[in-house]
């Protein structure tokens, strides 16, 4: 089992982690690590390795892809995989393993999401934010998470009064990992500076009145700080490093009643936790009980405010070690003003104990004599304060950073106006040591020391290997040098003798030692030599060297005299440093972390030994720990400068190899590392880290540990530190090199190669920083951090941001780059720094926001007319990704604010702010740009409603804004190509704002319409150009309707209406042009006249603009094309009456006609045009049924029109058919026609044919050139009905010829509305009749007529001849020809059921007693008859037989001055009466309006026909002698009314003629011309009667 030593790497993405190493074959790690995942294609590789004595060893891989891996807030038991030996590679990435080993590995893997915030902490934190923020910024999502949690309450924990302070001790993701710590076992109240809980923030803000932005950075400094307030850090007590703790003289605090500790001041927990922690970890273990209980309760609430991230947990079991408590106090020369305390009442303080009234004096003493410029106000420097677009501040950074406000003063009210020029002036950030002058003098003297007599150029020994003859001890470690041969090394100068691994511990300085070791062994002539060759030595660095001496005067503004003096006394002081000097020195060993586990058990039992010269000391042991604290103080006295110190840790072993290495090496334990520590080096009172050093290449070393040194140098009783020393030298050098000789701009040193960093300026002052660190042990990382934070005081200055990003990222990668051997975490190496913790971070924190401030302006601080500012924006956005590394990589923050979102933050707000400024000074801007007039009163140059002149130069500036960032900033920002496109950011930014501004306008113009619609249709184009360029293809508004066209929808519509005018007014006057032209034909192909083609080309040309605005809106298009589609209803129906009108006027011209019907034609078709342009079927359907309406209209226009042109032609067709109709006269012969002379009929039908083909020839081949085809059909169907009725009425049914027939038909005529159909028949007097062979002949005639217009399929088609109805009534009356009288009589019967009355009013009862109503639908009769009628029909020979009785007639009115003798006549009419009697009249009686006459007449109706054949006609007159009898009125009783009743009264109104239709009237016009016939004639007579004239009307 032993054989195995493992440890366990965690590689996701390019973050690796490592567990401590465990022996054993069964390991147990219990380890947490979480990664945070921004790409799930990838996968989680553990590799397990076997640690070695000089390498480690593979022992397998194991690779899990990040998409297999399940979430989960819980912990869960995990799975065993099995450890693979070899990787498969895709693309230069680990994509699997093969190969499997017989080992396995149990891991719990899974991904995390947030925990939901509960209901009263997000109102708690919404409150605080409103009153906090104007301006919210993703960068703060971490606040809300920050008090998520439930607390752990630990066994003995204070109980605090103030809700918001208990949020600093709860369970932290950002412990370290692998440092195994508990936290101490009370919650410490030692945060330094500790945030937010410091106070509460509302009344703090309010009654601070503060500028906005000065309060503004706390709350993100809070969260990017956050690790360190939830978690108690991995050392448990005050932040390492810390520059604000209290010299030890205030420990008299512990005193303070607990009761007051929420106040939380950070000097008073320090000294206070000192206290505790002194007594409280001295038993190593006596904690471990509790502090289990207290890690248990610490797993439950693990990281539950991560983002997403793998958590991975290695299981099985975990090694709690007490923890270790690294405590720090510094000189207050750093009492950071956060050394204040401050209470949770908003302004007056509770009462407090005497104690802390000692104290507060005690305070207020101290920084006053420090005179701090933390939060003083620099007068030199303007306020901060930029007069931006904006005004005030307006930025990002409204949202306050409550972390670094102080709480509030105890002293005085220092004003907190922070100022800024080129960069943070801060005195945080730099710069104290620039008015320190008593610093400034000692730094300046021990310079001049560094430099006089440079170690770079002291002399190096010159070690050679050597035998030794006799037992030789080591110089340095007092070890025997062992061996047969080559047992050590040897100096061929000094002859200074030692081993191999102590050849680096012996003092550097060949000469000195030498001379040194001369003066202690008296040979004074020796010591001579040595100190003539050293000051020979400084005289050659003075000469060779002035200038460097010249910048130290000339930085440290000292007088030529005075720098002379001090010259020779430090030339002194290097040759006296050897003899006379001396120093007392105390080192307290506080703790270390991270060491090498030596022993079996994975652990080691470390304890210190601690050298300076020949004394040496040494802790106790701490058992079993590897991050011990020990807390031990040793004192020392030391008389030589070029001493070192040597501390050195072991693992203390006590076995039986570890006795018999002791005999041989002197050294019974395992060597854990070293550090030497130059006593030269020591000043003042240091808390310094310092990394564990190899002793030799074989040693495995790891870890770094924690001293206080404590010198008082004879002479220099009172310095600070030489870290402080060094940054005075840097600082005052940093600024006179850059604003007293560069005028504030920073000289960028020329360097090339790998530490072209570490070349902070040009060579001389260079090698003056070198010199001290080198002379004062000043390490480069620290060198780094203070260039650092001077150069972030001129971030703006050319240049500087792309070199302080590049030494960022040395710094990050410094911390960042754990190896497997260390076990220490990148934040807890930092926590070491010298430079202090939180004083890196709050400077990061400082420049964070103020870059942020600047790229919230890259307009004006980025101009794009300049490349080297544009490289600066690049370095500036490089910037602020390296602090974002640093707060992950370094700081080991969960999920710091991502640099892409920050940058997009600013980019937002630098372009609210640019759109502000351009809306605020649209027309000068402008002006300035575009050359135009800028004569405009003041008032004028905004927005108006009386005008829209500001919009498109608003977007002309918009446009030139987009351009710019696109253009010139995109390509400059492009490290985030996938999340930071400031193109699109621009425009969508723009827009947005834009769209606002815009919505408003319109809805203020459309209040008062003061503008011309034009100048809102161009405005609408404007608006519609700036969106489709730059706007519709985001991602933002990809595939969404956009809201302007509804913005302009209202002007679109007024355009409309008054484009309604104007189509009008064009309609008009394009008639008028082609009216005087004579509506010419607009070319020989074009069969119509220009008029139209006008009309269309305005039409079509308000449509283009209505389409170009291209509105993406349905709804609102849908709108804009039902109104067009109004307009053009409205316009051409005006076109087609007009046309109408006046179209009478032009039949009698030859082609006018029909270049006017083809114009209404070509109306239709360009309608039929445009509907398919305004969308076809697409369009909206209202608009569509309008159109759809409207073409429907224009065809009966058409219709009316070719009517109209058709009747023109009725007199020459007369003419015609006249012709025809004597030439068929001629034709003879009998009806049945012989086969021979079938020939005969068909010349006979030619020859009667000829007039009218003459006429249709010349005709029709006029039309079918000048008519479009369609317009051709309807001239010829008008024709064909003309030709066809001309031809019934001249040829089939003429006129009748005796006069009183013609009479007759007449007045039924006149009845019938037929008058100008019978008067072409009365005005030729001869009858005629047409013969069998006549109907033939026109038979014939017809079919060639019909072929004629059906012209080969050129004219009218078959069907439409063949049905219509004009050819068919010809072939119905050619075809009643042939029948008899007879027939004809009862067709006319039959189907004539309304002659009176429309055949209504008849009624009937049983007997003539029963009177009955009134008869309905009867309008005006003019009387009534009473009559019984009875019905028999024979049984045997089924003749009928009718029986009527005239009983009556009533309410006759007639007026006559004569006398009145009215009297019945009553005939029957129908088939085979000739022989028989038809019709029997009444006696008359004399002036009797209701004469009663009771006469009985008989009719026999034979047994041929039915009774429905037949009807009565009764007609009432008045009798005159010797001329014709009036008549009065008509009744007409027709039988098949009463063949069910069989005998009834009948009750018949009387009317004043008889009314046929169409057939009736045929029959009546056929029998009307058969003379011959007597039934034939009295029928006509009859049916011709009407009531006469009467007397007196």
């Known amino acids: ?124 934190w919404t409150r605080k934010l409103e009153q906090i923020n104007s301006l919210g910024d993703d960068e703060y999502a971490f606040q809300e998470e920050v008090q998520k949690k439930p ?78 307030h939830i978690a108690i850090s991995p050392a448990g007590s005050s932040r390492y490093g810390s520059s604000c703790n209290v010299s030890q003289g205030s420990s008299h605090l512990s005193e303070l009643d607990h009761s007051h500790e929420s106040a939380h001041g950070s000097e008073q927990d320090d000294d206070h936790q000192e206290r505790e922690s002194n007594h409280s970890y001295h038993s190593s273990g006596s904690y471990q009980k509790d502090g289990q209980a207290w890690l248990k309760e610490q797993e439950e609430p693990r990281g539950k405010e991560e983002e997403e991230k793998v958590c991975e947990t290695e299981e099985k079991c975990a090694d709690h070690s007490a923890a270790k408590l690294p405590l720090e106090l510094e000189k207050p020369k750093d009492v950071d003003a956060g050394a204040q305390v401050s209470y949770h009442g908003d302004n007056e303080p509770p009462p407090f104990p005497p104690a802390r009234a000692h104290w507060i004096r005690a305070i207020s003493k101290v920084r006053l004599q420090l005179q701090e410029g933390q939060d003083e106000a620099d007068p030199s420097k303007p306020p901060w304060l930029k007069g931006g677009p904006a005004g005030g501040l307006y930025g990002i950074d409204s949202m306050p950073d409550l972390r670094k406000k102080k709480p509030i003063p105890l002293v005085s009210d220092l004003s907190l106006v922070q100022s800024r020029k080129a960069g943070i002036t801060s005195a945080m950030a730099t710069r104290t040591s620039l008015k320190d002058e008593e610093l400034k003098s000692h730094v300046y003297k021990k310079t001049l020391q560094a430099l006089i007599y440079p170690i770079s150029c002291t002399t190096p020994h010159n070690f050679e290997v050597w035998t030794a003859t006799t037992p030789t001890y080591c110089y340095e470690c007092e070890g025997l040098l062992w061996g047969i041969a080559r047992q050590g090394m040897r100096c061929g100068e000094c002859g200074v003798k030692c081993h191999e691994k102590c050849q680096d511990l012996l003092n550097a300085d060949c000469l000195q030692r030498a001379a040194e070791k001369s003066s202690k062994h008296g040979a004074e002539d020796r ?37 002379a003096q001090q010259m020779k006394t430090v030339k002194q002081s290097v040759l006296d440093g050897t003899s006379k000097w001396s120093a007392k020195i105390t080192i307290t060993v506080v703790c270390a972390q991270g060491l090498q586990a030596k022993d079996k058990t994975g652990s080691s039992d470390p304890y210190v030994t601690v050298q300076v010269g020949k004394t040496k000391k040494r802790t106790k042991t701490i058992f079993g720990n590897l991050n011990p604290v020990w807390e031990e103080k040793f004192y020392f ?240 956005v490089d910037l602020l990704t390296s602090i974002t590394f640093f707060r992950m990589k370094v700081q080991e923050l969960q999920s710091p604010p991502r640099a892409s979102q920050v940058v997009k933050d600013c980019v937002k707000a630098c372009l609210n702010s640019t759109y502000e400024y351009i809306f605020n000074n649209c027309h000068e801007l402008y002006s300035r740009e575009y050359q135009t007039d800028p004569d405009l009163p003041p008032e004028e140059q905004g927005p108006s409603i009386r005008n829209l002149d500001f919009w498109p130069k608003l977007i002309t500036l918009i446009v030139s804004i987009i351009e710019e960032d696109k253009n010139s900033y995109t390509p400059v920002l492009n490290q985030f190509p996938q999340e930071l496109a400031v193109g699109k950011i621009s425009a969508e930014v723009m827009w947005s704002l834009f769209a606002q501004d815009m919505k408003y306008a319109t809805e203020e113009h459309e209040k008062h319409r003061l503008c011309k619609s034009a100048d809102y249709m161009n405005l609408h184009f404007k608006v519609k150009w700036l969106y489709n360029e730059y706007v519709r293809d985001l991602p933002a508004f990809k595939g969404k309707v956009p809201e302007y066209p509804a913005w302009f929808e209202q002007f679109v519509m007024q355009w409309l209406d008054e484009n309604e005018d104007v189509s009008l007014e064009f309609l008009h006057g394009a008639l008028e042009r ?253 009858t005629r009749s047409l013969t069998p062979k006549q109907c033939a002949v026109l038979d014939l005639a017809l079919d060639t007529i019909k072929q004629y217009f059906h012209a080969g399929g050129n004219g009218l088609k078959k069907t439409f001849l063949e049905k219509s109805p004009d050819l068919q009534s010809l072939r119905y009356a050619l075809s009643l020809y042939t029948q008899t009288t007879d027939t004809l009589i009862k067709t006319f019967v039959q189907t004539q059921t309304a002659q009176v009355h429309d055949g209504k009013g008849i009624r009937f009862t049983a007997n003539e007693d029963v009177l009955p109503d009134k008869g309905s639908g009867v309008d005006d009769p003019v009387g009534e008859v009473s009559i019984q009628i009875d019905l028999y029909t024979h049984p045997g020979t089924g003749e009928h037989k009718v029986t009527v009785k005239v009983v009556a007639a009533n309410d006759l009115k007639w007026q006559t001055s004569g006398m009145f003798r009215p009297f019945v006549e ?76 069989g005998s009834c009264a009948c009750w018949c109104p009387l009317g004043r003629r008889i009314h046929m239709d169409e057939t009736g009237l045929t029959v009546l016009r056929i029998l009307s011309q058969r003379t011959n016939d007597e039934v034939a004639r009295e029928f006509v007579k009859l049916k011709s009667e009407s009531r006469s004239t009467e007397e007196g009307t």
């Not at 950002?174 to 195994?180: K, L, P, Q, V």
């Not at 400084?538 to 030529?560: A, G, H, Q, T, Y």
């Not at 026999?1500 to 009898?1525: H, M, S, T, W």
């Open 637 to 876: 006295e030391c008389h030589n400068s070029s001493d070192r110190i040597k501390v050195r840790v072991w693992d203390e072993d006590d076995d039986i190899k570890s006795r018999v290495k002791q005999r041989l090496k002197r050294e019974s334990d395992d060597f854990l590392g070293q550090t030497i520590i130059e006593v030269r080096t020591l000043s003042g009172e240091m808390d310094v880290w310092y990394n564990l050093e190899k002793r030799t290449d074989k040693s495995a070393v790891s870890g770094a540990i924690r001293l206080q040194i404590s010198v008082e140098i004879k002479g220099e009783e009172k310095v600070a530190p030489y870290h402080i020393q060094y940054t005075c030298l840097h600082e005052n050098l940093f600024h006179h090199l850059t604003d007293v000789q560069g005028n504030g701009v920073v000289k960028i040193p020329d360097a090339k190669g790998d530490d072209a960093w570490k070349v902070y300026f040009d060579e001389t002052a260079q090698e003056i920083v070198d010199e001290f660190a080198m002379r004062y042990g000043i390490e480069s990382i620290y060198q780094a951090m203070t260039h650092f934070a001077c150069l972030s005081s001129k971030y703006m200055c050319p240049g500087v941001p792309a070199v302080m990003s590049t030494l960022l990222a040395n710094i990050n990668a410094y911390y960042a780059h754990t190896t497997a051997s260390t076990n220490v975490s990148a934040s807890d190496r930092f926590a070491a720094s010298n430079f202090g913790k939180e004083r890196f971070v709050k400077l990061l924190d400082q420049l964070h926001n103020s870059l942020r401030i600047d790229l919230s302006m890259y307009r004006n601080n980025f101009p794009a007319s300049s490349r080297e500012r544009l490289q600066d924006l690049k370095s500036t």
């Open 151 to 228: 607390l752990p309450s630990a066994a003995s924990q204070c109980s605090f009064e103030d809700a918001d302070s208990a949020v600093d001790d709860r369970d932290s993701d950002y412990r370290s990992e692998t440092s195994n710590s508990i936290p101490p076992p009370y919650h410490t109240t030692a945060q330094p500076n500790a945030s937010v809980h410091q106070f509460t923030v509302p009344s703090r803000l309010q009654q601070q009145g503060v500028l906005r932005e000065s309060c503004a950075d706390s709350l993100q400094n809070y969260d990017l700080d956050y690790r360190e």
């Open 1 to 124: 089992p032993d054989k195995f030593n493992t440890y366990v790497t965690l590689k996701v993405q390019n973050v690796k982690s490592t567990t401590v190493a465990v022996r054993g074959d069964e390991p147990c790690w219990e380890q947490d690590f979480m990664f945070e995942i921004s790409r799930l294609d990838l996968g989680l590789i553990v590799e397990v390795w076997n640690k070695g004595l000089i390498w480690d060893t593979l022992v397998g891989t194991v690779w899990i892809a990040l998409k297999a891996i399940h979430q989960s807030d819980e912990e869960g038991p995990g799975e065993w995989s099995t450890l693979e030996a070899e990787v498969v590679m895709k693309h230069d990435e680990i994509c699997g393993t093969k190969n499997p080993t017989p080992h396995k590995i149990l891991l719990d893997t899974r991904f995390e999401l947030p925990f939901d915030i509960p209901e009263e902490e997000a109102r708690y």
């Open 527 to 563: 010591t001579q030599n040595f100190i003539m060759a050293m000051k020979d030595r400084m005289k050659i660095r003075e000469r060779n060297k002035p200038e460097i001496f010249d910048l130290i005067r000339d930085v440290f503004c000292e007088s030529k005299l005075t720098h």
């Open 1466 to 1541: 009553i005939t029957m009419i129908g088939p085979h009466q000739s022989d028989k009697k038809r019709k029997f009249t009444t006696k008359s009686k004399s002036n009797n309006w209701a004469p009663k006459y009771n006469e009985t007449f008989h009719f026999i109706l034979g047994n041929e026909d039915g009774p429905d054949a037949y009807e009565l006609q009764v007609c009432v007159k008045d009798y005159c002698f010797a001329r014709e009898d009036r008549v009065l009125g008509i009744a007409v009783m027709q039988l098949r009314d009463i063949v069910d009743k």
């Open 1074 to 1326: 082609d009216k005087k032209d004579g509506f010419q034909q607009t070319s020989e192909h074009a069969l119509f006249s220009c008029s139209v083609v006008d009309v269309f080309t305005q039409l079509n040309q308000s449509f283009e603009i209505i389409k170009k605005l291209e509105c993406p809106d349905p709804v609102v298009i849908a709108h804009y094309n039902r109104r067009f589609a109004k307009t053009i209803g409205k316009v051409l129906m005006q076109y087609a009456d007009i046309l109408s009108k006046s179209f009478q006027s032009y039949c009698s011209k030859e082609k006018l006609p029909c270049i006017l019907m083809n114009n209404i034609q070509q109306l239709r078709v360009q309608l039929e045009k445009m509907f398919e342009a305004m969308g076809g079927k697409e369009l909206d359907a209202e608009a569509s049924d309008h159109l759809k309406e409207l073409q429907v209209k224009l065809n009966n226009v058409l219709d009316e029109l070719s009517a109209v042109f058709g009747n023109s032609f009725q007199t020459r067709i007369d003419e015609c058919v006249k012709q025809m109709s004597d030439i068929l006269c001629q034709v003879k012969g009998t009806g049945n026609v012989a086969a021979n002379a079938r020939n005969t009929v068909a010349q006979d039908a030619d020859n009667v044919l000829r007039p009218l083909m003459d006429f249709l020839d010349g005709n029709l081949t006029l039309f079918a050139t000048v008519c479009e085809k369609t317009v051709l059909k309807r001239v010829l169907k008008e024709l064909w009905r003309v030709v066809m009725n001309t031809m019934e009425k001249l040829i089939v049914l003429p006129p009748l010829t005796d006069h009183t027939g013609t009479q007759l038909i007449f007045s039924a005529a006149k009845e019938l509305g037929h008058l100008s159909k019978l008067k072409d028949h009365m005005v030729r007097e001869e």
